[in-house]
């Protein structure tokens, strides 16, 4: 799914965040080699990147929706 976005969005970073960040290299190896040399993209492979805030992006992104749902409510 990933080799597909990238075809047709064709970014230049994609950044992973939450869980999957803390893996380190384990995750983030696999699809930074099948995107290195593909016959599908136009350009070349995008950087593939740990998120600043890491795990807790996840944790922070929840309470934004929290409380954008309240706020609305009001």
């Not at 995750?27 to 593939?48: C, F, K, Q």
Request: glycine letters at 10%; proline letters at 11%.
């Amino acid at each position: 799914m990933l080799a597909t976005l990238t075809t047709i969005l064709a970014p230049e970073t994609i950044v992973i965040g939450c869980g999957i960040c803390e893996s380190g290299e384990l995750l983030r190896e696999p699809p930074r080699t099948r995107l290195a040399a593909p016959p599908h993209l136009p350009t070349s492979p995008p950087l593939i990147t740990q998120a600043t805030l890491g795990a807790k992006a996840g944790v922070l992104e929840a309470g934004l929706v929290a409380l954008h749902a309240v706020s609305a409510g009001s």
